[in-house]
């Protein structure tokens, strides 16, 4: 069985940095595009940024180019997401993901999600 599972998501406040952890199971990830994305209350998911497993070729959605910085670490089966410099607008439940990467990062069609970790930036 696919699985992922988020972790390190908690209470900080604005400037502070989290890094979140997503480890994966289930099968070899080669050729799958891992996503980070975010929903906060009463708005649509979005997406954050997205890594190529193999190649770690990685793209950033434009509200946290500069900030944010997605990685893999193959050996251990863990993406994860820096988030530095964090904001109140960056309050929301972070979502791991993985597809196959024939289609486009950005999107929410996704094959796997993971269950989601909570980052709340206090002003």
């Known amino acids: 069985q696919v699985q992922l599972v988020e972790s390190g998501g908690g209470l900080v406040q604005a400037g502070d940095s989290l890094r979140l952890s997503c480890a994966a199971s289930g099968r070899t990830f080669s050729g799958y595009v891992m996503g980070w994305f975010r929903q906060a209350p009463g708005k649509e998911r979005e997406f954050v940024a997205a890594?190529?497993?193999?190649?770690?070729?990685?793209l950033y959605a434009d509200s946290v180019k500069g900030r944010f910085t997605i990685s893999r670490d193959k050996a251990k089966n863990t993406v994860y997401l820096q988030l530095n410099s964090l904001k109140p607008e960056d309050t929301a439940v972070y979502y791991c993901?993985?597809?196959?990467?024939?289609?486009?990062?950005?999107?929410?069609?996704?094959?796997?999600w993971g269950q989601g970790t909570q980052v709340t930036v206090s002003s």
């Open positions: 993901a993985a597809k196959s990467g024939s289609g486009t990062p950005w999107s929410g069609e996704y094959d796997y």
């Open positions: 890594i190529r497993w193999t190649s770690g070729s990685a």
